[in-house]
């Protein structure tokens, strides 16, 4: 897995679909995700450099990135990419396939099964994911609160071929649409930026939702 967060976003991203984050009572099967990418993409929370609220979307490699939305839901990112450049991927959607109880006590009891984990904030309240304690912290070596563990069969294949193939081949095989970023303004969220990769036709993915000052 290492060799694939050592890869920037837009790489690693579409690599995460199929993974699955484990901890805090829920396991996670990641379904939708959007890449970000540093200073090239002003989408980027780094994109004008490290500061002490983003430091830690700087890396190291597996590092957990949040922040918060709208002063209301964590987020969460998994960092990728060189140690010093900022690049991380926000899960956007994921379905819950272990306790399912507990993401639904943090959601609320008439939030179906699909949609507990459908959308950034969502996820991050499935998760129980906590802005100050949870950031910075470590998805590899069991340090932290959570543990991605790759799609079993793309992780065998990652073994046996360089990632830039296996991710071309994700992207060509048909289970795996891109297209902008949702709710993104300006040029980071129109065509020059087709970063955001699901599962397609799967229902735990969000709407796409473009902002108003897209462009492209």
Same mark, same amino acid.
């Given at each position: 897995?290492?060799?694939?967060?050592?890869?920037?976003?837009?790489?690693?991203?579409?690599?995460?679909?199929?993974?699955?984050?484990?901890?805090?009572?829920?396991?996670?099967?990641?379904?939708?995700?959007?890449?970000?990418?540093?200073?090239?993409?002003?989408?980027?929370?780094?994109?004008?450099?490290?500061?002490?609220?983003?430091?830690?979307?700087?890396?190291?490699?597996?590092?957990?990135?949040?922040?918060?939305?709208?002063?209301?839901?964590?987020?969460?990112?998994?960092? &990728?990419? #060189? *140690?010093?450049?900022?690049?991380?991927? /926000? +899960?956007? @959607?994921?379905? !819950?396939?272990? %306790?399912?109880?507990?993401?639904?006590?943090?959601?609320?009891?008439?939030?179906?099964?699909?949609?507990?984990?459908?959308?950034?904030?969502?996820?991050?309240?499935?998760?129980?994911?906590?802005?100050?304690?949870?950031?910075?912290?470590?998805?590899?070596?069991?340090?932290?609160?959570?543990?991605?563990?790759?799609?079993?069969?793309?992780?065998?294949?990652?073994? &046996?071929? #360089? *990632?830039?193939?296996?991710?071309?081949? /994700? +992207?060509? @095989?048909?289970? !795996?649409?891109? %297209?902008?970023?949702?709710?993104?303004?300006?040029?980071?969220?129109?065509?020059?930026?087709?970063?955001?990769?699901?599962?397609?036709?799967?229902?735990?993915?969000?709407?796409?939702?473009?902002?108003?000052?897209?462009?492209?």
């Amino acid at each position: 897995m290492l060799a694939l967060l050592r890869e920037p976003a837009p790489v690693c991203a579409p690599a995460l679909l199929g993974a699955t984050l484990t901890g805090k009572g829920v396991a996670l099967r990641i379904t939708e995700v959007e890449a970000y990418s540093g200073e090239v993409d002003p989408g980027s929370h780094g994109h004008r450099g490290v500061t002490p609220r983003n430091r830690h979307l700087f890396g190291p490699p597996g590092t957990l990135y949040a922040y918060r939305s709208y002063g209301i839901h964590t987020c969460v990112n998994v960092v &990728s990419g #060189p *140690v010093g450049q900022s690049s991380g991927s /926000l +899960l956007r @959607g994921a379905a !819950v396939v272990a %306790g399912t109880d507990v993401a639904r006590d943090r959601r609320g009891p008439m939030v179906a099964d699909v949609a507990l984990a459908r959308g950034p904030g969502n996820l991050g309240v499935a998760l129980g994911a906590v802005l100050g304690a949870d950031d910075g912290t470590s998805v590899l070596d069991g340090s932290g609160p959570y543990t991605l563990r790759l799609d079993p069969g793309l992780e065998a294949r990652l073994t &046996s071929a #360089p *990632v830039a193939r296996v991710v071309d081949e /994700l +992207l060509s @095989g048909g289970l !795996v649409a891109r %297209g902008p970023r949702t709710g993104v303004g300006g040029v980071a969220g129109g065509a020059a930026f087709p970063w955001r990769y699901w599962l397609a036709g799967d229902p735990t993915v969000s709407a796409y939702r473009r902002h108003k000052g897209a462009i492209g």
